[in-house]
């Protein structure tokens, strides 16, 4: 399975930014594809996620409201919509593949060693 992301840039604190995740093949069944950010300096951590099979979608705390995950199934593709970026949402992007209900049963869903296939990162920088 391979994992591309759509390029980041910087963008002013308070605009938009998509981000999209193509898979090579959407994954296999029960599958989520989820998208990690990791800021200078820390560790990387689960921004949102969804699956493939029932739509269901989670985000963490500090996007809800502001970012919006959705998937293209017939293009394999997952998009990542963020509004009224802030500055501390600057990190590199990351999106990552997994069974659904693996995470699910195991709790793991934020949990990066959960996470089985990779994109190579995009980096999104929000100015003040």
């Known amino acids: 399975v391979q994992l591309v992301e759509s390029a980041g840039c910087l963008v002013q604190a308070g605009g938009s930014l998509g981000l999209s995740c193509a898979a090579s093949v959407f994954t296999f069944d029960d599958s989520a594809i989820g998208w990690f950010g990791q800021a200078p300096g820390k560790e990387r951590e689960g921004v949102s996620c969804i699956s493939d099979s029932d739509g269901s979608t989670y985000y963490a705390d500090s996007v809800k409201g502001r970012f919006t995950i959705s998937s293209d199934n017939a293009k394999n593709t997952v998009y990542l919509q963020m509004n009224s970026l802030k500055p501390e949402d600057t990190a590199v992007y990351y999106c990552?593949?997994?069974?659904?209900?693996?995470?699910?049963?195991?709790?793991?869903?934020?949990?990066?060693?959960?996470?089985?296939?990779w994109g190579q990162g995009t980096r999104v920088t929000v100015s003040s």
């Open positions: 990552a593949a997994a069974k659904h209900s693996v995470l699910l049963r195991r709790r793991v869903l934020w949990t990066r060693l959960a996470w089985d296939y």
